[in-house]
């Protein structure tokens, strides 16, 4: 998968926590994951299952659509 998606998805996760206002741990506990495994889902995204990406954008209230969409957009707008 290209390194830039993978990068800008886990960007991604990591900013909607953030938005949120949700530490690593707090986040993980309301996903019921730990912490290291959240961490590693936001920095190394390769790792995550398109299921469990589901799971917790519906724990962080997101709709799938809209996190697609900021990731290509910000991918799009650093092409040109």
Same mark, same amino acid.
């Given at each position: 998968?290209?390194?830039?998606?993978?990068?800008?998805?886990?960007?991604?996760? =990591?900013?909607?926590?953030?938005?949120?206002?949700?530490?690593?741990?707090?986040? =993980?506990?309301?996903?019921?994951?730990?912490?290291?495994?959240? =961490?590693?889902?936001?920095?190394?995204? !390769?790792?995550?299952?398109?299921?469990?990406?589901? !799971?917790?954008? !519906?724990?962080?209230?997101? $709709?799938? $659509?809209?996190?697609?969409?900021?990731?290509?957009?910000?991918?799009?707008?650093? =092409?040109?």
């Amino acid at each position: 998968m290209n390194e830039k998606f993978l990068q800008q998805f886990g960007n991604e996760l =990591s900013s909607i926590r953030k938005r949120q206002g949700l530490t690593l741990e707090q986040a =993980s506990e309301l996903m019921n994951i730990h912490m290291n495994t959240l =961490s590693t889902y936001e920095n190394h995204t !390769e790792y995550l299952k398109l299921g469990k990406l589901f !799971e917790i954008l !519906e724990k962080y209230n997101v $709709d799938p $659509d809209i996190f697609f969409k900021n990731i290509c957009e910000y991918i799009h707008e650093k =092409s040109q």
